[in-house]
């Protein structure tokens, strides 16, 4: 066996023989590498693409939709404030009725009314007795019952068809025991 051993320096490239043999050897793998991530890019701009058109298209549909149903919504507010309105009224009738109730339970029958008069916080009466003490216990009464936080009793005054009075009740509280 014969070997070769060669102790003289090996001759130094030039930088143009480096530069070709780099642009041989590493560089096409560099450019491949790139090309992928440039085609990647490509494909993933088209989904994007359309991505944003079928968003589009969906904000278009829905945008339909409520332009459609906007004019049903406005009916929808409109019948519910109407509700509202009739629950309101129907709570003032409510304590109405109860307090008529109320009034005709604790009027003896000796006593005939002659006006009444309902306002929002308030029940004026004007009425007739045959005896003066029905007329103090009806006032007792509904003194006792505290059911209206001011009663008045305006004027007893003796007429021909008897004791003429009038009274004045403000603000009712049914849920008073």
Known sequence: MKYQINLFPS??????????????????????FTQLIVISVFFYRFKVDQDIIDLKDSVKQKREIVLATSPLMKEVSQVNNKVDTVKKILTIQDGFVKLKEYIFSKVPSVIVLKSIRLKESSLEFSGLSADPQAVRDLYDSLTEDKKFEKINLEGV????????FSMTLEKFNADKK
């Open 157 to 164: 005054k003796k007429t021909e068809e008897g004791y003429a």
């Open 11 to 32: 001759n130094e490239q030039k930088t143009s023989d480096k530069v070709v043999y780099f642009l041989f050897h590493y560089l096409r793998y560099i450019l491949v």
